[in-house]
């Protein structure tokens, strides 16, 4: 029962991290279109590290679909879970070499790849054109950027949650 109230509770942090994200003008800072920041990504990572896989995926499939219901449409919907799945499949693979080839930093950096990776996929199947992947490098540098700002918050956060054990307390 904890651990449904938990994944709720992270639920809604995605939900509230991805409108508070959708307030800044990116667009200001980064004149690139499809930039985001990806902070519901630190829910998702600590999700997979702490919670498992199967809570990392209910918590992005339904931060999507309630994110696509309250701001978006069906267009957002299949985006944001194009990316999100794709990043968390990566990032799941990439746990696997946690501690001895990929760093949090790794695992962030490839999951953030992966989101614009899968974003394209869904934008060539959408139009119907393969022209679309030409954008995909210019994703993908702003990617490594902002997959590096989630790392370090991450960090954070897991240093913060075994430093307390609040998630042992939680489980």
Known sequence: MKKIA?????????????YIESLFPTSLIIPIPGIRLGLANIVTMF??????FVSAMTISVLRCVLAALMFG?????????????????TMQVLKYGYNKLFSILGISIGGAAAHNTGQILMA??????????????????AGMVMGFVTAVVAQ??????DKTHVVKHLG
């Open 6 to 18: 938990l994944n709720s509770l992270l639920i809604s942090l995605a939900l509230i991290l991805s």
């Open 47 to 52: 999700a997979l590290f702490y919670l498992g």
């Open 73 to 89: 449409g069906l267009s957002s919907l299949l985006f944001s879970l194009s990316g999100a799945l794709l990043a968390l499949i």
């Open 124 to 141: 060539s199947l959408m139009m119907r054109n393969t022209a679309i992947f030409a954008y995909l490098p210019v994703l993908l540098i």
């Open 156 to 161: 954070n956060l897991f240093y913060l949650a």
